[in-house]
């Protein structure tokens, strides 16, 4: 997945703080839909996991706010385990 717009949306999520949809979409090329596809491809695979919660509070006071990565439609995205070894993975040089 290296140099994938998977892994550069992984890697995105994981810097923090949390991404708007419209200004992650940006920063990576795409339309709001095709960044919804991912996300849910990104989930399916095990690298994302949906918070069925609201964000309610500030995050710097929130628990989770190192493993979120963006709020969107009711659903706070947050990378897995699997999620954050991809990210580490695909930022170590090529042997």
């Known amino acids: ?53 609201s964000c309610g509070r500030a995050c710097e006071g929130c628990p989770l706010r190192k493993s979120c990565g963006l709020f969107h439609q009711g659903r706070i995205w947050a990378l897995t385990p699997k999620g954050f070894a991809a990210v580490e993975k695909g930022k170590r040089p090529a042997s």
């Open 1 to 53: 997945m290296k140099d994938s717009p998977l892994q550069l949306l992984l890697e995105r999520l994981a810097e923090g703080p949390v991404h708007t949809p419209t200004g992650l979409a940006q920063s990576l090329g795409v339309g709001p839909a095709l960044l919804e596809q991912m996300l849910l491809d990104l989930e399916r695979a095990g690298y994302l996991k949906t918070l069925k919660m």
